[in-house]
């Protein structure tokens, strides 16, 4: 992405990044030999937009937005700390709940395949307003967050109860090497 440092400081940034993850299907052939079945196209499957900065030493905020279809969704919008203990990371606003498994945490650009596998997608806790705070140190971590999920409510029903979720996982890594790396994780 673009970014900009201040030159005199380097806790005050500013960094604009993006995905656009495109399909594209191209069926060959004749068209006696694809008929109507196959046919060829393209598809925007995402568009995204992310804002960082850093104000100050301690400080960072992110917001991402989400192009779906004719919307704007907010995707991630949070202030986060660094200040409270060594290894520690606070965000309060509205988090994503990515982390709960390895495959979740890591970017969707990195992700070898067009989707999350299966799992991921089954036990996704959800994104929402909240709380949540990263312990790490050398051989693993630790992450907590609660949070009350987006209420989106298709089916018209009103009064809807909340709910909020509380969340944790602990990783541990006792080899980490340069393309050797073992990662054992466990969310609840």
């Given at each position: 992405g673009?970014?900009y440092?201040?030159?005199?400081d380097a806790?005050?940034?500013?960094?604009?990044?993006?995905a656009l993850?495109?399909?594209e299907?191209?069926?060959?052939g004749s068209?006696q030999?694809?008929?109507?079945?196959?046919p060829?196209?393209?598809?925007i499957?995402a568009?995204q937009?992310y804002?960082?900065g850093?104000?100050?030493?301690n400080?960072?905020y992110n917001?991402?937005?989400?192009f779906a279809g004719?919307?704007?969704?907010?995707?991630?919008?949070?202030l986060?700390?660094?200040g409270?203990v060594?290894?520690n990371?606070?965000?309060?606003g509205?988090l994503?709940?990515n982390?709960f498994g390895?495959?979740?945490?890591?970017?969707?650009?990195?992700n070898?395949?067009?989707?999350?596998?299966?799992?991921?997608?089954a036990?996704?806790?959800g994104?929402?307003?909240?709380v949540?705070t990263?312990?790490?140190?050398?051989d693993?971590?630790?992450?907590l967050?609660a949070?009350?999920?987006?209420?989106?409510?298709?089916t018209?029903v009103?009064?809807?109860?909340?709910?909020?979720?509380?969340l944790a996982r602990?990783t541990?890594?006792?080899?980490?090497?340069?393309g050797d790396?073992?990662?054992?994780?466990?969310s609840?």
């Open positions: 673009l970014s440092i201040h030159p005199q806790d005050y940034f500013f960094k604009l990044s993006g993850r495109f399909d299907t191209l069926f060959m068209k030999d694809k008929g109507s079945n196959y060829s196209g393209g598809n499957r568009a937009l804002m960082d850093g104000v100050g030493k400080w960072v917001l991402g937005l989400d004719s919307t704007v969704g907010i995707d991630n919008a949070y986060s700390y660094f409270l060594e290894n990371q606070i965000y309060v509205k994503s709940g982390f390895l495959d979740g945490s890591n970017s969707t650009s990195w070898p395949f067009l989707e999350r596998s299966l799992q991921n997608i036990f996704y806790p994104d929402g307003l909240g949540s990263d312990f790490w140190w050398k693993g971590g630790l992450t967050s949070t009350q999920p987006d209420q989106t409510d298709t018209g009103i009064g809807k109860r909340d709910r909020w979720l509380g602990a541990f890594a006792p080899v980490h090497e340069e790396v073992w990662h054992f994780g466990m609840g």
